[in-house]
Each structure stands twice: as structure tokens, then as C-alpha cells.
């Protein structure tokens, strides 16, 4: 058993790796990549011209699909050896991607600058929620969306990420998880309405099988009860401060 959970060191001793398919456990992150679009697509429609921060890009997987797509994206992730690498990678495939260090408690974009935020693997890691919520709430443009997915806090989920996943499998990293951090869509749909949101329905996702790899692949599922995608929209008003500053509710 780890001695740490939620640790999440392997960022930046990996970020060399991000691209080269050396690791299992990146090549999952990779392939989760077309699912999750295909999704966020049925909610965005056209990302051409769309401004897109995607929160806790890692080395740069889904900030260069919507790149590719046309989306104008910054790529916001707390790991520099990540950034460092995502930049490279998007320098030498010619893809206009702007890259910044930063973390999700405090964003470094605009206030009301953004049309859309994308946050996948990142929820159920960071140390404040409600603070990452309040400035996606910030930044977005009234009416902006919030793409997102999670992992809920449920036994099932516990078992595949971590027992299976990390301990029995270890096709994830050990420690990266830590299953008390995982979130119930229920709390999530209430700090986010708190914020003002109005928020989409839920859909699940999860482990659906192997690939010649042998690495497991995912997609929809019938069921929220491993993780979630979900969307939601900043209100059409102005920020509860009046002046687009930053504000916590909790």
C-alpha cells in the first residue's frame, strides 16, 4: 500500500514519456481522449473559433485534439515538466497552443474571457473544489460551458481505480488516487448550482474492454457509479461580485 494517496508526482517524472506510448497508463489517458469528445461535441457543436482553456492538460493529449478541431486553447496544468513537454509537442505538430503553468484554485486567464473550460482527471484530485469551481465560474463568459468529468465516490469505483487498477493490475500508478477525494454527482450538481450553473444531465463512463494492447478501453456506460461526464453553464448575469474579481462561496 502506498504511504501517500492523490499523489500525484508522476506528472512531472513522466512528462518525458507523455507522447512515446512507453506507459500503459498514458496510453489509457490518450485513448480516453475520443470518448470524452464525443461527448463534449454533442454538447459544443463547433469548436472552430470557440476559446477553450483545458484545466490540467498534463503533456497535452486532449488541448491538441481541440486544437485540431479549431478551438482557439490554453492549456493550464500545475506541473511544468507537463507544460514543457506539451509545448514541444505542439511546436513540432505545428499546432498554435498557448501553455501556462497555473493551477485550478487560481486560474491565470481573465475574468468572463473564456467560452468554454474542459476538465477531465482533475476533480477528484484537487485540494479545493469550491475554490477550482468559483474561478471556472470566473473566467467563463456568461453563458459559458463547463465540460467536465469525475469519479464518484462510490465502492465500485474504489475497487476498479485503486484496488484493481493501481494494486492488483498496477496498469495505474500507485497512490494517485485517493478514493476519499472522489465526488458524488449529487455534491457536484449542488456546488455547482450554488455557483449559479445550470447543469446538464450526467452520463457515465467507464472500462468497456481491452484493445490489442491489452490496455483496458473506455467508453459511455449505463451507469454513473464508476465516473461521469457532465456539462454546465455559467449564468447569463454578471459574477456575484459585480466586477468579474474573484469570490469563494466555500
Given at each position: 500500500m502506498p504511504?501517500?494517496?492523490?499523489?500525484?508526482s508522476?506528472?512531472?517524472?513522466?512528462?518525458?514519456?507523455?507522447?512515446?506510448?512507453?506507459?500503459?497508463?498514458?496510453?489509457?489517458?490518450?485513448?480516453?481522449v475520443?470518448?470524452r469528445?464525443?461527448?463534449?461535441?454533442?454538447?459544443?457543436?463547433?469548436?472552430?473559433?470557440?476559446s477553450?482553456?483545458?484545466?490540467?492538460?498534463?503533456?497535452?493529449?486532449?488541448?491538441?485534439?481541440?486544437?485540431a478541431?479549431?478551438a482557439?486553447?490554453?492549456?493550464?496544468?500545475?506541473?511544468?515538466?507537463?507544460?514543457?513537454i506539451?509545448?514541444?509537442?505542439?511546436?513540432?505538430?505545428?499546432?498554435?497552443?498557448?501553455?501556462?503553468?497555473?493551477?485550478?484554485?487560481?486560474l491565470?486567464?481573465?475574468?468572463?474571457?473564456?467560452?468554454c473550460?474542459?476538465?477531465?482527471?482533475?476533480?477528484?484530485?484537487v485540494?479545493?473544489?469550491?475554490?477550482?469551481?468559483?474561478?471556472?465560474?470566473?473566467?467563463?463568459?456568461?453563458?459559458?460551458?463547463?465540460?467536465?468529468?469525475?469519479?464518484?465516490r462510490?465502492?465500485?469505483?474504489?475497487?476498479i481505480?485503486?484496488?484493481?487498477?493501481?494494486?492488483?493490475?498496477?496498469i495505474l500508478?500507485?497512490?494517485v488516487?485517493?478514493?476519499?477525494?472522489?465526488?458524488?454527482?449529487?455534491?457536484l450538481?449542488?456546488?455547482?448550482?450554488?455557483?449559479?450553473?445550470?447543469?446538464?444531465?450526467?452520463?457515465?463512463?467507464?472500462?468497456?474492454?481491452?484493445?490489442r494492447?491489452?490496455?483496458?478501453t473506455?467508453?459511455?456506460?449505463?451507469?454513473?457509479?464508476?465516473?461521469?461526464?457532465g456539462?454546465?453553464?455559467?449564468?447569463?448575469?454578471a459574477?456575484?461580485?459585480?466586477?468579474?474579481?474573484?469570490?469563494?462561496?466555500?
Amino acid at each position: 500500500m502506498p504511504r501517500v494517496r492523490n499523489d500525484l508526482s508522476v506528472y512531472r517524472t513522466h512528462a518525458d514519456d507523455w507522447w512515446n506510448g512507453r506507459h500503459r497508463w498514458l496510453r489509457i489517458l490518450q485513448s480516453l481522449v475520443p470518448p470524452r469528445l464525443e461527448y463534449f461535441a454533442a454538447v459544443v457543436g463547433d469548436w472552430q473559433g470557440k476559446s477553450v482553456l483545458d484545466l490540467g492538460c498534463g503533456g497535452g493529449f486532449m488541448a491538441e485534439a481541440l486544437a485540431a478541431r479549431g478551438a482557439a486553447v490554453i492549456g493550464v496544468d500545475p506541473s511544468e515538466p507537463a507544460v514543457a513537454i506539451a509545448r514541444s509537442h505542439a511546436t513540432a505538430n505545428h499546432l498554435s497552443i498557448d501553455y501556462r503553468v497555473g493551477v485550478g484554485e487560481d486560474l491565470p486567464a481573465e475574468s468572463r474571457s473564456l467560452d468554454c473550460i474542459v476538465c477531465v482527471d482533475v476533480l477528484e484530485h484537487v485540494d479545493h473544489l469550491g475554490g477550482v469551481l468559483d474561478e471556472i465560474r470566473r473566467v467563463l463568459k456568461p453563458g459559458g460551458l463547463f465540460l467536465f468529468d469525475t469519479v464518484n465516490r462510490t465502492l465500485l469505483a474504489s475497487l476498479i481505480f485503486v484496488t484493481f487498477g493501481e494494486q492488483i493490475l498496477r496498469i495505474l500508478p500507485q497512490g494517485v488516487h485517493d478514493p476519499r477525494k472522489f465526488i458524488k454527482p449529487s455534491e457536484l450538481r449542488t456546488k455547482l448550482l450554488q455557483r449559479g450553473f445550470e447543469v446538464g444531465r450526467f452520463v457515465g463512463l467507464g472500462p468497456r474492454g481491452l484493445n490489442r494492447r491489452l490496455d483496458v478501453t473506455f467508453g459511455r456506460l449505463p451507469t454513473t457509479a464508476v465516473s461521469y461526464m457532465g456539462h454546465a453553464r455559467a449564468p447569463l448575469e454578471a459574477s456575484p461580485t459585480g466586477d468579474g474579481q474573484r469570490v469563494q462561496l466555500d
